[in-house]
Structures are given as C-alpha cells and as structure tokens.
C-alpha cells in the first residue's frame, strides 16, 4: 500500500530553517512527482513546490521569494523540502503527496493536488 510518511516539523523562531522528509514506503518514488502543501488555519491549502520524477524539474510557489528548496534521494526514497529563513506566515501544517509521472508533470508549474497524501507535520515559526 502506498504511503507517504512526513517528518522534520516543529517549533523554530522567525529567521530559522527547517528541513522536511517525506518518505515512501509500499512504492518506488522512481516514478512520481512529488508536492509539498500548505495549509494555515482558516485559509486553504496551497502548493509550495514540486519535483518531479528524475528530480530535474522543481516548481515553487512564487510567494517563498527562493526561501526553500525542493530535493530527492530516489535511492532513500525520500524527497525534501528545506526551508530557510522562515517567517510567522510560513506557519502551517505541511503535506506531502505524489502523483504518478506523466509528460509536463511538476515542469513550468505547480499542481493544485495530487493522488495519495501523507498526514502532514506541524510547523510553527513563532518568537
């Protein structure tokens, strides 16, 4: 059974970095694009980054102003998402998804959702 476990979440002060996991178990990731979401309370979720599969195409949301980056470890099966200096509206509950490869998947843009989902990690940026 797919399933996409997140990790690295927490309590960090504005400024600070972070760096998420999201590993794979029950599939190869050799074969799908990966997302990183975003969901603030009150507010909808929205996509941070993508990676596709061979990890040559990254995708970010043009609000992180080149404050995280997306990355794979096939050989890991496990992709990441390191998030530098963080501000108090990064807070969120972030998720990990993946969406089977597919021709212009995670290239040039975002995508607003994916198949299968992780359960999310807490990050709080506070002070």
């Known amino acids: 059974q797919l399933q996409l476990v997140e990790s690295g979440g927490g309590l960090v002060q504005p400024g600070g970095s972070l760096r998420l996991s999201c590993a794979a178990s029950?599939?190869?990731?050799?074969?799908?694009?990966i997302g990183w979401f975003r969901q603030a309370p009150g507010k909808e979720r929205e996509a941070v980054s993508c990676i596709n599969a061979n990890g040559a195409s990254t995708v970010y949301a043009d609000s992180l102003m080149g404050r995280f980056a997306i990355s794979r470890d096939n050989a890991k099966n496990t992709v990441y998402l390191q998030m530098n200096s963080l501000k108090p509206e990064d807070t969120a509950v972030y998720y990990c998804?993946?969406?089977?490869?597919?021709?212009?998947?995670?290239?040039?843009?975002?995508?607003?959702?994916?198949?299968?989902w992780g359960q999310g990690t807490q990050v709080t940026v506070s002070s």
């Open positions: 998804a993946a969406e089977r490869t597919r021709p212009g998947l995670c290239v040039g843009s975002l995508v607003p959702s994916m198949t299968s």
């Open positions: 029950g599939f190869t990731l050799d074969y799908y694009g």
